[in-house]
């Protein structure tokens, strides 16, 4: 069972380019998942992070991978 990011993943166009963000604060979706591409750890994330709680790096999994289950190549 996926979480349901919608309450949690922000988009606001004056903040941060319109990126989606973490309940309206500066931190990106790609920040977070960054930080797991680069190795650290969910722990490790939460510690950098103090303001975020796991729920907030579930639903930046989930609103990745509805983006990805959305995402059509279309050939040229």
């Known amino acids: 069972m996926s979480i349901d990011y919608h309450d949690i993943i922000t988009i606001e ?5 319109g990126k989606p963000c ?12 960054d930080c797991f591409a680069a190795g650290m750890t969910e722990e ?4 950098d992070y103090d303001y975020l709680t796991c ?12 983006r990805e289950r959305h995402t059509r190549v ?3």
């Open 13 to 17: 166009p004056g903040k941060r380019s």
């Open 22 to 33: 973490i309940r309206g604060l500066r931190i990106t979706v790609d920040d977070i998942l």
């Open 44 to 47: 490790e994330v939460l510690d």
């Open 55 to 66: 729920d907030d790096i579930r639903a930046c999994f989930a609103y990745a991978a509805d």
């Open 74 to 76: 279309i050939k040229g």
